[in-house]
């Protein structure tokens, strides 16, 4: 099983910029989107 230092769930501005962030400063980061895209560019039709 993954281990991680940092989960962070859905990748709008606020996720992407801590996710960053964090494995910049060395952290082990685990990213979930529930979207097909990362970002926050997903259409709710």
């Not at 952290?27 to 979930?32: C, E, P, Q, S, T």
């Amino acid at each position: 099983m993954p281990q991680f230092d940092l989960i962070v769930l859905g990748s709008g501005a606020a996720g992407l910029t801590a996710a960053m962030t964090a494995h910049d400063l060395g952290a082990k980061v685990g990213l979930f989107e529930k979207f097909h895209q990362v970002g926050c560019f997903h259409s709710r039709n």
